[in-house]
């Protein structure tokens, strides 16, 4: 299982560098990058949506899917229409890349249009008490969580300069995964003490340290890099080691709350989509929750 996991994940990590770099060349639409992401994340809303039907709370799936597929949509958008006409003939930016908070109202906005739909779907389909209201917090949690969290790692591709985008996914992607390879290594090689047993009975101290390890020195070794021998800005060693301790938190955290739905849902794995690792989600989880915290921390102490 551990080499298994090694192998998909190198592969995964390789994939993703590979796309990301050919959509260089086709800025600021970044297709490869829609694609990727918009096959990631319905594939993890309908897991999500899977592992809740099996609770009172039970999404609706055509809403779930549509809801996650509108605020990717979203956060295209403002890149698509980069240009607006002012009325004299004058072009100018549709947003502003300076303020990259700014741009985070489209999938947000999105997601309230959606909320409303949401609303006024199950109001049509309504037949008796006792189920609607369930139904719609399970479609708008399973939304919330992999639409809107999502938002903010698929906006961090178009931070200002295309080779920073770039940086920035790569040192989340990086750094975060770097701590599911630690965690899950270490547990399994030196793993004695139960880290949070009611969530995730496998998770152990000695797995958690080596992540923030692991986290720390991917984050460090890319710096290094990018400063050294590609010659691109970026965190200074200070910096970057605690952009891995945060992000390796984070992204542990993350890994737990995944750990969470399942175990409410009593199944071991969101499904066996992905060899070594279980579902979609099981790889996206430490991501969905670390690229919040990411984005703020690229925003206020990125190079």
């Not at 920035?168 to 047993?197: E, I, N, S």
Request: charged share 15%; aromatic share 12%.
């Amino acid at each position: 299982m551990l080499s298994t996991r090694l192998i998909f994940g190198v592969l995964m990590v390789a994939g993703l560098l590979t796309a990301l770099l050919v959509d260089e060349w086709l800025a600021p639409w970044f297709p490869t990058w829609f694609l990727l992401a918009s096959a990631a994340m319905l594939a993890a809303a309908w897991e999500v949506h899977g592992l809740l039907s099996a609770t009172s709370a039970r999404p609706s799936g055509n809403t779930v899917l549509a809801g996650v597929m509108a605020i990717i949509v979203a956060n295209w958008m403002p890149h698509l229409i980069e240009f607006a006409d002012q009325g004299d003939g004058e072009l100018a930016l549709y947003y502003d890349p300076g303020r990259p908070i700014d741009i985070l109202a489209w999938p947000f906005l999105t997601f309230v249009a959606v909320l409303m739909a949401c609303f006024v779907i199950q109001s049509l389909q309504f037949a008796r008490p006792g189920r609607t209201m369930a139904k719609i917090s399970g479609t708008l949690l399973t939304i919330a969580y992999v639409g809107l969290l999502g938002s903010f790692t698929l906006q961090m591709r178009w931070f200002e300069g295309r080779h920073q985008g770039l940086m920035a996914l790569v040192f989340l992607f990086a750094t975060a995964k770097g701590a599911d390879t630690g965690a899950y290594t270490l547990g399994r090689l030196a793993g004695r003490h139960k880290l949070w047993p009611r969530l995730s009975p496998k998770k152990t101290v000695e797995g958690a340290i080596g992540g923030l390890i692991f986290a720390v020195s991917a984050a460090c070794f890319l710096a290094f890099v990018c400063r050294r021998w590609l010659g691109i800005p970026a965190f200074d060693d200070v910096t970057a080691a605690a952009y891995g301790l945060t992000i390796g938190v984070i992204a542990q955290l993350g890994d737990l709350m995944e750990s969470m739905i399942k175990r409410d849902c009593e199944q071991k794995d969101a499904s066996q989509a992905v060899p070594g690792f279980g579902g979609v989600l099981d790889v996206l989880d430490s991501i969905l929750f670390a690229g919040p915290v990411a984005y703020g921390f690229w925003i206020a102490l990125g190079p």
